[in-house]
């Protein structure tokens, strides 16, 4: 009898923290934010910059969307696929090892097979990270963040990635 009720009591504890940690985890007012001209990321959570990481930003004749958008999905170890070809996860994959697909249908934020494209106008829209950093960044964002791709500075872009 006593053995039930510690089994019990056991499960109302584990079960009471999970519905907390689900409600500290949607608690958090999660955006990214993408300065198109500065080539750079800021993950800000509750009005704070957790991290900011460079970034390739899409070439003048394939352009990043600029708006507000949605993460969508996450991807690990990503197939690449376009007309005619598909490209299976590993080293030549051109999206790297992560993909975060954004609600502007074809468009994401992803790693690369082309390290040294990071801090240039080099992608088909997409918006590339190093795989180490776009790994990191996978880990803090979740599908129903805000995602922001700002193509002219403000005084709002200028604070985020100032001295950083």
């Known amino acids: ?44 959570e509750n009005d704070a910059v957790v991290r900011v990481f460079n970034v390739a930003v899409g070439a003048p004749e394939s352009p ?17 696929y376009r007309p005619g070809k598909v490209i299976a996860p590993g080293t030549t994959n051109p999206v790297g090892t992560r993909w975060i697909g954004l609600s ?30 776009v790994e990191k960044l996978f880990e803090l964002v979740r599908a129903g963040d805000v995602v922001e791709l700002r193509a002219e500075r403000t005084p709002e872009v200028d604070a985020l990635f100032n001295d950083r």
């Open 64 to 80: 990043s969307p600029v708006g507000t958008f949605t993460v969508v999905n996450r991807v690990t170890n990503p197939t690449y």
């Open 104 to 133: 502007e249908k074809g468009f994401g934020i992803h790693g690369t097979d082309d390290p040294k494209s990071i801090g240039h106008a080099r992608s088909h829209g997409c918006i590339r990270l190093r795989n180490k950093d």
């Open 1 to 44: 009898m006593r053995t039930n009720r510690i089994i019990q009591t056991l499960t109302v504890i584990a079960v009471l923290g999970s519905a907390r940690a689900r409600a500290d985890e949607t608690t958090v007012a999660r955006r990214i934010v993408v300065s198109i001209p500065d080539r750079k990321l800021a993950v800000i």
